[in-house]
């Protein structure tokens, strides 16, 4: 195989009409409100709707979703009961049931049928529609292959498939299942595959299921981390959960993240005694309680959602006004990724880590990591922890200055103030869908 060439966005591109989607899938997306392609799209539409393979690099809330399903949709003929003609993997359940319901109104222009295939519920409903027939089907690695192994669905039809987020998938252990489900597809089959990151295991993928492929990046200096406002907030630890429900109260909608499963319940049922409606989101959780965390917490009745690392790698919502790393994170891969809930596809958000002084090192050392400058975390040099107003924000997005100035302090004002509405109105209008 060719090594896959480099490509980046073309500018000039600014109608998804240029592409030569139908009018019907066009208006579709202008119903929604979608009209210029976004960086990712603009770069690997063309040669994914002439039916080349396509590598694409770019991170979490660019468009990805539309650089794969646009051409998928277009693309693709009826398949027959349980023989599917186009296959989506995706990470995580919430992903797919997300994927599946953007997916929807586009399938519908050329009567074609999708349907999400996930663990954690029955396999009644999925069963009932693989016998009806699925033209697409997105779904997580293992509930897949139990399909296939009680012979509920063929996969030797499938001449387009997806891989999503495949460097998740390889934190998470599912590749294996990845290589031997895509074993099992067509030969001749068309291989999109999107990642933030292309090293290491995802780069056996991209050799092994890829043939000349078109390599597309959005470059990580004009992704979200760019357009974040980030800030380290010093606090004690037995202050850290009053500092928490202050910063939802101030943003606004907000994701949190933990470390563990019962300090996800513990941080939900603290903020709530504070005042601040919030919903736990977690491994333990069933997938009905995980669905009505997540939908309330689009529909606004829910404020702060905290959540997990691996229960939160299918969160994808629109219009996050904080991320806050409550317990902070890992490494700077986790800090890219979790922060990748705000400042989705073109926004502006704001990221806040509340620091212990006996974590000031470890957060240091990922600020420097990602060029954020470790001198200003908010510790002083002996480690004490000082106001928790004292802050240091990252590259600043040309709407930053009309946010308070230092000498005030605190977080910026919550955007229902900007909007002309009571601040504390937690009844928000229902958050667009992911692109």
């Not at 139908?22 to 409100?33: A, D, K, T």
């Amino acid at each position: 195989m060719s090594s896959p060439r480099s490509t980046v966005a073309d500018a000039s591109i600014s109608s998804f009409s240029q592409f030569g989607l139908s009018p019907e899938i066009v208006s579709v997306l202008e119903r929604r409100g979608i009209r210029v392609p976004l960086p990712i799209q603009q770069a690997s539409l063309s040669d994914a709707l002439a039916g080349r393979d396509v590598c694409g690099k770019a991170p979490t809330g660019s468009g990805k979703t539309l650089a794969f399903a646009l051409p998928m949709v277009a693309r693709l003929e009826r398949g027959r009961p349980g023989r599917p003609g186009g296959l989506i993997l995706v990470p995580t359940r919430e992903l797919a049931a997300q994927i599946t319901t953007e997916l929807a109104p586009l399938a519908k222009t050329r009567r074609l049928t999708v349907h999400a295939f996930y663990g954690g519920v029955g396999f009644g409903g999925q069963l009932h529609a693989l016998k009806k027939g699925v033209d697409i089907v997105v779904a997580c690695p293992g509930r897949l292959a139990d399909l296939m192994r009680s012979r509920h669905v063929d996969l030797s039809d499938v001449d387009m498939v997806v891989v999503d987020e495949a460097d998740r998938m390889a934190d998470m252990g599912f590749l294996p299942e990845v290589r031997r489900i895509l074993d099992t597809t067509s030969p001749t089959r068309q291989t999109l595959l999107f990642s933030a990151t292309l090293d290491g295991d995802v780069d056996v993928l991209v050799r092994r299921y890829q043939h000349d492929a078109a390599r597309h990046e959005v470059d990580a200096g004009e992704s979200e981390i760019g357009r974040m406002s980030h800030r380290f907030q010093a606090v004690a630890q037995a202050d850290r959960a009053a500092a928490c429900a202050a910063l939802v109260a101030d943003f606004g909608a907000c994701v949190v993240f933990v470390r563990t499963r019962h300090g996800a319940d513990r941080l939900a049922r603290q903020l709530e005694r504070s005042g601040v409606s919030a919903a736990a989101i977690h491994g333990d959780r069933s997938q009905s309680q995980r669905d009505r965390a997540l939908a309330s917490f689009r529909s606004g009745s829910v404020r702060a959602l905290v959540a997990t690392d691996v229960a939160a790698r299918g969160i994808h919502v629109d219009s996050v006004d904080c991320v806050i790393h409550y317990d902070p994170p890992a490494d700077p891969k986790d800090y890219v990724h979790r922060s990748g809930r705000t400042a989705r596809a073109g926004a502006s958000g704001s990221v806040v880590t509340l620091i212990t002084p006996e974590q000031r090192k470890g957060m240091e050392a990922i600020a420097r990591t990602l060029g954020l400058d470790p001198e200003l975390v908010g510790m002083s040099r002996s480690g004490s922890a000082p106001s928790p107003a004292t802050r240091h924000r990252g590259p600043r997005p040309a709407h930053q200055g009309s946010r308070r100035s230092r000498s005030q302090g605190g977080p910026r004002p919550p955007r229902a103030q900007a909007d002309g509405r009571a601040a504390n109105n937690r009844h928000k209008a229902p958050r667009g869908t992911p692109r």
